[in-house]
Every structure is written in structure tokens, then in C-alpha cells.
């Protein structure tokens, strides 16, 4: 994006990039509908709060690594 911003604009659209971990199970295998690992986000949200979801994934995605997400993870006291 920012080579065909320079060709046709001469402007670099945009001056900050993130990379995101990517979401995998518990034991490590990449969340996906179609394998059936991924819980519905908002039976979580249901069960223990929005914000307790947020929460646990900030707390769990270091910098630089992917998130090793399990629904246990949302309710430990562990954490705080």
C-alpha cells in the first residue's frame, strides 16, 4: 500500500502499522470455525462480562507472540 500510495499519490498512506498475534486454542492449533475450537465470542461476553473477555486478551497477547487462548483463562483470579 504505501509503494502504490508513492506511485499514484506521491502520500504514504498511513505512518503506523500493528501486527496482530493471531488466536489459537489452548493447545495451540489457530481458532477456527470450520475445526470447531473457537468458542462464540458472545457466549463469553454472556457468561463472564465484556470487559472481562478484553481483559483476558490484552493480559494474554505478548508482544510479538500469539494469544494461547482458553475460556478457563477468562475466569481465573490468577490473573489478578
Keep these: 500500500m504505501i ?5 499514484y499519490r506521491n502520500n504514504i498512506p498511513f ?3 500493528y501486527f496482530n498475534a493471531i ?3 489452548g493447545k495451540g492449533k489457530k481458532m477456527s470455525k470450520t475445526l470447531g ?3 462464540d465470542p458472545l457466549d463469553i461476553m ?3 462480562g465484556t470487559d472481562a473477555l478484553r481483559f483476558t486478551m490484552v493480559y494474554l497477547a505478548p508482544l510479538g507472540n500469539d494469544v494461547l487462548f482458553d475460556e478457563e483463562k477468562t475466569e481465573s483470579e490468577e490473573i489478578l
Excluded: T
Design 3 to 7: 509503494i502504490s500510495g508513492l506511485e
Design 46 to 48: 454472556a457468561k463472564y
Design 37 to 39: 475450537n473457537s468458542p
Design 15 to 17: 505512518k503506523d502499522v
Design 23 to 25: 488466536v489459537r486454542d
